[in-house]
């Protein structure tokens, strides 16, 4: 009873956070050399007492998702493409990591002032702001397949900051357009700081290894010995001839283009060195949509995109651009890569 009474005495002060608990428990029991079973009893006694009188969550995301009263999504597509519709982004937050407007609500009179502009947000009196708060989330960003059709999975803090996890539904529909997400969570979790993150993993290409699992001076012989398509860009002869094909099939893209018509899944990794430093561009095609993931060897992706077409242009001579779009058009295209192809 004396250990359980100095770990209950440690945990007044500290909001209970899931990912450090056993640890923090553990080093500050272990002193005592407790055994296995007795921390494990102290341990759940702990979660029992939290849960009963504090109302945190400490486990999986059950408990995350218990924190989330209601959640939803209006489609506003109207709304946001008319030119009165922008002004209630003009006080919201913009986040680079969902390329996204966000808005913690936590009055009745903010909440007024949305609503008049969003008619089918749900309902909220006075009194709900007193135990909870809205989020709201303008999804600017559903150009892009992969940012479609998405929702808020997990509502957490710790003692400094909330986050918000989006991720893409299982089965996304690609052709849905709501714009807006809303959420209204217990005020237990608001917290000055906020963290908003868009879930990619379930866009990451498996066929190949990670790009930050390979070595850092990954070269063009072995990309070649990997199948990629390495791209060679002579900096300093300008022209049609700068964007050299060094591996065996400089037409591999364009067969990745013809399965992709033909609706078969596939993908390609390509090695391109500008000279200054080789990036890694991975292309897969997969449930009607192209993912594209780009980074360079040994560091974590630091690009992904998605789209609906994959398109290629001659440009002049033996140059060819390879664009990619959600429209079937390459106005507005971002480019892929450029290729010579003698």
């Not at 049609?240 to 591999?252: G, M, R, T």
């Amino acid at each position: 009873m004396q250990y359980n009474k100095e770990a209950q005495e440690y945990f007044k002060s500290k909001y209970y956070n899931k990912d450090k608990n056993y640890e923090i428990i553990t080093s500050k029991i272990k002193e005592k050399e407790m055994s296995k079973n007795k921390i494990l009893k102290v341990v759940a006694m702990l979660m029992i007492i939290i849960i009963s009188t504090t109302g945190i969550g400490i486990a999986g995301s059950k408990f995350y998702n218990e924190y989330i009263k209601n959640q939803g999504e209006i489609d506003s597509k109207e709304l946001l493409n008319s030119r009165d519709g922008y002004e209630y982004t003009e006080n919201m937050t913009f986040s680079k990591d969902i390329n996204s407007y966000y808005k913690i609500i936590t009055d009745k009179e903010t909440f007024d002032s949305y609503k008049e502009q969003i008619a089918e947000l749900p309902y909220m009196e006075d009194k709900d702001f007193n135990n909870n708060f809205l989020v709201l989330i303008a999804n600017k960003a559903n150009f892009y397949p992969h940012m479609r059709d998405v929702t808020i999975s997990e509502i957490k803090s710790d003692e400094t900051t909330l986050y918000i996890k989006l991720m893409q539904k299982e089965n996304p529909n690609y052709d849905k357009t709501s714009d807006i997400i809303y959420a209204i969570v217990d005020k237990e979790l608001l917290r000055e700081n906020i963290d908003l993150k868009l879930d990619l993993s379930n866009i990451k290409n498996k066929n190949f290894i990670d790009i930050k699992n390979l070595s850092e001076d990954y070269s063009k012989e072995e990309a070649i010995e990997d199948g990629c398509l390495v791209i060679d860009q002579e900096v300093n002869k300008p022209g049609s001839n700068e964007f050299k094909v060094l591996s065996n099939d400089p037409f591999a893209l364009d067969k990745l283009i013809e399965n992709a018509n033909k609706g078969i899944e596939s993908s390609i990794r390509i090695y391109f060195d500008d000279r200054v430093k080789a990036r890694i561009i991975d292309v897969t095609y997969k449930d009607d949509i192209y993912i594209i993931n780009v980074g360079y060897p040994g560091t974590e992706v630091n690009f992904v995109n998605s789209a609906k077409y994959l398109m290629k242009e001659h440009i002049r001579d033996n140059l060819y651009a390879y664009s990619y779009n959600s429209r079937e058009r390459t106005q507005d295209a971002a480019i892929l890569i450029y290729i010579n192809l003698d």
